[in-house]
């Protein structure tokens, strides 16, 4: 095995900024539609899919901005702190990058009228600002790694709570892995995840035919909040994550647990918003007047969103240290939190 890596202090120091700084760029966002709302509600609504109207016509944010806001501001926090912030950096620039992409080419298109030349421009700059803060912070989770603390041979200065004279920083430790409960739920609820998402999209793809699907990846004529990704560009990343997550916990790889609490955002907030879209439409009080198709959709909404929790909950119930240590001592090195 190769020596264990982590990031030098002011690399997680810059990333936990760089993220703090995308939390921020978002906020704003959602403060801007709070205001344009005729209610408070109609922003809720509006992400949840539900049509509202903004005093000037024009959404900007969608469900992937309180879902990007809660998301940043943890990684700011335990980026600085932890272990595994190589890994969570990563995890969120790629995540950064992979929304915000798409933006680029439709904020540019040539159908994108009736929009403020203004708000667009404003729309356009924060979102090639997002994508820029992406990638710098791969960047920053590459080039800043060092490797990891020597002391954890069990023995001597420089071990954990062994010596109150020379205890390391626990961030300058090796990553954190799930546990292995935990790697085999994440395995389980993210692999389903990913298999179930990705036949409704073939489903989708057979019933609209490549030419009317292709505007799903490309957002042509279909977006509606500004900040929108593609609805089928947007599914495609999280099924490709939620596999990604799944083959890297069985695996027991110590970058799944960050990666697997980054894939659960997304996957938690397209159940939590698209459940509050069928309770508002009274669907599950109808559900046996539905079409078969219909209320498959119900369902997995309401699969995502217990699927989601569940592997927060079980990438968060403990972790298990990547370690010579750990192996010869695994009790030593077992949190929970």
Same mark, same amino acid.
């Given at each position: 095995?190769?020596?264990?890596?982590?990031?030098? @202090? =002011?690399?997680?120091? !810059?990333?936990?900024?760089?993220?703090?700084?995308?939390?921020?760029?978002?906020? =704003?966002?959602?403060? @801007?539609?709070?205001?344009?709302?005729?209610?408070?509600?109609?922003?809720?609504?509006?992400?949840?899919?539900?049509?509202?109207?903004?005093?000037?016509?024009?959404?900007?944010?969608?469900?992937?901005?309180?879902?990007?806001?809660?998301?940043?501001?943890?990684?700011?926090?335990?980026?600085?702190?932890?272990?595994?912030?190589?890994?969570?950096?990563?995890?969120?620039?790629?995540?950064?990058?992979?929304?915000?992409?798409?933006?680029?080419?439709?904020?540019?298109?040539?159908?994108?009228?009736?929009?403020?030349?203004?708000?667009?421009?404003?729309?356009?700059?924060?979102?090639?600002?997002?994508?820029?803060?992406?990638?710098?912070?791969?960047?920053?989770?590459?080039?800043?790694?060092?490797?990891?603390?020597?002391?954890?041979?069990?023995?001597?200065?420089?071990?954990?709570?062994?010596?109150?004279?020379?205890?390391?920083?626990?961030?300058?430790?090796?990553?954190?892995?799930?546990? @292995?409960?935990?790697?085999?739920?994440?395995?389980?609820?993210?692999?389903?995840?990913?298999?179930?998402?990705?036949?409704?999209?073939?489903?989708?793809?057979?019933?609209?035919?490549?030419?009317?699907?292709?505007?799903?990846?490309? =957002?042509?004529? =279909?977006?509606?909040?500004?900040?929108?990704?593609?609805?089928?560009?947007?599914?495609?990343?999280?099924?490709?994550?939620?596999?990604?997550?799944?083959?890297?916990?069985?695996?027991?790889?110590?970058?799944?647990?960050?990666?697997?609490?980054?894939?659960?955002?997304?996957?938690?907030?397209?159940?939590?918003?698209?459940?509050?879209?069928?309770?508002?439409?009274? !669907?599950?009080?109808?559900?046996?007047?539905?079409?078969?198709?219909?209320?498959?959709?119900?369902?997995?909404?309401?699969?995502?969103?217990?699927?989601?929790?569940?592997?927060?909950?079980?990438?968060?119930?403990?972790?298990?240290?990547?370690?010579?240590?750990?192996?010869?001592?695994?009790?030593?090195?077992?949190?929970?939190?």
């Amino acid at each position: 095995m190769g020596q264990d890596r982590t990031l030098s @202090r =002011g690399a997680r120091a !810059f990333g936990a900024l760089l993220t703090a700084a995308l939390a921020l760029i978002s906020l =704003g966002w959602i403060a @801007r539609d709070f205001t344009e709302a005729h209610q408070v509600v109609d922003v809720w609504w509006n992400w949840a899919g539900l049509p509202a109207r903004a005093e000037d016509g024009v959404w900007v944010t969608s469900f992937l901005e309180p879902t990007l806001v809660l998301l940043y501001s943890v990684a700011a926090v335990t980026a600085f702190r932890s272990s595994s912030s190589a890994a969570i950096l990563t995890c969120t620039g790629l995540l950064t990058v992979a929304v915000r992409v798409p933006g680029l080419w439709y904020l540019n298109a040539d159908w994108m009228q009736g929009v403020p030349d203004r708000l667009l421009s404003k729309v356009l700059f924060s979102t090639i600002a997002a994508v820029v803060i992406g990638a710098v912070l791969v960047v920053t989770a590459t080039a800043g790694r060092r490797p990891a603390h020597g002391g954890f041979d069990g023995y001597g200065p420089g071990t954990y709570g062994l010596d109150g004279r020379d205890e390391p920083d626990p961030a300058d430790g090796p990553p954190a892995g799930p546990t @292995r409960s935990g790697a085999v739920a994440a395995f389980l609820l993210l692999g389903t995840c990913g298999v179930v998402l990705a036949a409704w999209e073939i489903r989708t793809w057979q019933q609209y035919g490549w030419e009317r699907y292709a505007h799903t990846l490309t =957002g042509e004529r =279909g977006i509606v909040r500004l900040l929108d990704a593609p609805t089928g560009w947007t599914l495609w990343a999280v099924v490709v994550l939620s596999l990604v997550t799944a083959t890297a916990a069985l695996g027991g790889a110590p970058f799944s647990r960050p990666l697997g609490l980054i894939s659960a955002a997304p996957l938690l907030a397209l159940g939590v918003f698209g459940t509050a879209f069928s309770l508002k439409l009274d !669907f599950f009080r109808h559900l046996d007047d539905l079409g078969i198709e219909s209320r498959l959709h119900v369902l997995t909404n309401v699969f995502e969103t217990a699927a989601g929790l569940a592997v927060l909950l079980a990438l968060t119930k403990g972790t298990v240290r990547d370690s010579p240590a750990a192996a010869a001592t695994p009790d030593r090195h077992l949190t929970t939190s």
